[in-house]
T-cell receptor, first 117, second 109 residues
Framework: GAVVSQHPSRVICKSGTSVKIECRSLDFQATTMFWYRQFPKQSLMLMATSNEGSKATYEQGVEKDKFLINHASLTLSTLTVTSAHPEDSSFYIC?????????????FGPGTRLTVL | TQLLEQSPQFLSIQEGENLTVYCNSSSVFSSLQWYRQEPGEGPVLLVTVVTGGEVKKLKRLTFQFGDARKDSSLHITAAQPGDTGLYLCAGGYGNKLVFGAGTILRVKS
């Protein structure tokens, strides 16, 4: 149980284009989803917290117009990187909180490798 | 500001050796979680400790939560090449998880 999927697993795009990444909770309802960014050999950096049906809460320094987050249902959140540039290349990971689990429990997706040329 | 300091940052050891990874903070956490992550994959939860002073064992891995719930340690006995990976501690803080910087462990055969 508590499986989180991400799609796509890998994407390469040209500079200036937009890329959408999906995060799905497959066997539970996720009232809250989180989006992280990770650079090589570094830890996870929280970008934003997404609650179903409401606007996402962004961490300091993260541009909300650059990284659009939508959490339209209890099983799906999307992250859209708008007008992507090479510096946006990174490993993006989502996680989901099961409403039935302890508050600190997050289940992580397998990540999406974004490369912007 | 990094609330959770993790050390060491890198560790390269021989198969069979023991090791300990530490996470320390001046903040109190509601829980402390340890993850292991392999390249190109998401973190996989190893354990959650909730009670101050709690000790949990998972085969050759022993996890401890400090009495004051501000620090934690991960001890691996007789490390194997399959233990190689990035180990992350994360503390429950408010509505979020605060991650340590990670420890890259390499176990050589």
């Amino acid at each position: 149980g508590a499986v989180v999927s991400q799609h796509p697993s890998r994407v390469i795009c040209k500079s200036g284009t937009s890329v959408k990444i999906e995060c799905r909770s497959l066997d539970f309802q996720a009232t809250t989803m989180f989006w992280y960014r990770q650079f090589p050999k570094q830890s996870l950096m929280l970008m934003a917290t997404s609650n179903e049906g409401s606007k996402a809460t962004y961490e300091q320094g993260v541009e909300k117009d650059k990284f659009l987050i939508n959490h339209a249902s209890l099983t799906l959140s999307t992250l859209t990187v708008t007008s992507a540039h090479p510096e946006d290349s990174s490993f993006y990971i989502c996680s989901a909180r099961d409403r039935g689990s302890p508050p600190d429990t997050q289940y992580f997706g397998p990540g999406t490798r974004l490369t912007v040329l | 500001t990094q609330l959770l300091e993790q050390s060491p940052q890198f560790l390269s050891i021989q198969e069979g050796e023991n090791l300990t990874v530490y996470c320390n903070s001046s903040s109190v956490f509601s829980s402390l979680q340890w993850y292991r992550q392999e390249p190109g994959e998401g973190p996989v939860l190893l354990v959650t400790v909730v009670t101050g002073g709690e000790v949990k064992k998972l085969k050759r891995l022993t996890f401890q939560f400090g009495d004051a719930r501000k620090d934690s340690s991960l001890h691996i006995t007789a490390a194997q090449p399959g233990d190689t990976g990035l180990y992350l501690c994360a503390g429950g803080y408010g509505n979020k998880l605060v991650f340590g910087a990670g420890t890259i462990l390499r176990v050589k055969s």
